[in-house]
């Protein structure tokens, strides 16, 4: 997918949860979250196997395993959670809290986040994102 399509695709998601009350910010802010733990999660797995200490149950795979209540429930735990780890990781999630308030819509963000592979993406694309 080429970088056009790739913002296209995340910011026209934008407009549909805008329609719903998530402001352009406080969706920056749960992208951000969201991208920076399937990065994690890529820099995880080979060929990169760096070690990410993000917790088992607080990992991508937790999050995109999940779906409904139960997918909103993890995610508000997930964020609260991680926002208590020392160093970086804490600092990152201090006081996060899960501001897309559909289950359904938080599957789709993470579904269309989940459909990329986020390392291989260059900088410019993250940015114009």
């Known amino acids: 997918m080429n970088t056009t399509s790739i913002v296209s695709k995340v910011w026209s998601y934008c407009n549909v949860l805008r329609d719903d009350g998530v402001s352009y ?23 990169y196997n760096r070690g990410i200490s993000i917790p088992a149950d607080y990992n991508w795979e ?13 995610y508000s735990t997930l964020l609260r959670e ?6 970086m990781l804490g600092a990152i999630f201090s006081k996060a809290q899960n501001k897309i308030q559909y289950p359904a819509k938080l599957y789709k963000v993470i579904q269309m986040i989940d459909e990329e592979t986020w390392v291989m993406v260059g900088a410019d694309v993250k940015g114009e994102i």
């Open 62 to 74: 937790s999050l995109s395993s999940k779906r409904g209540a139960e997918l909103e429930m993890h």
């Open 25 to 47: 910010g406080d969706y920056l802010e749960q992208l951000t979250f969201l991208l920076f733990l399937k990065m994690a999660d890529e820099y995880g797995k080979p060929p």
């Open 82 to 87: 991680l926002g208590q780890k020392s160093g």
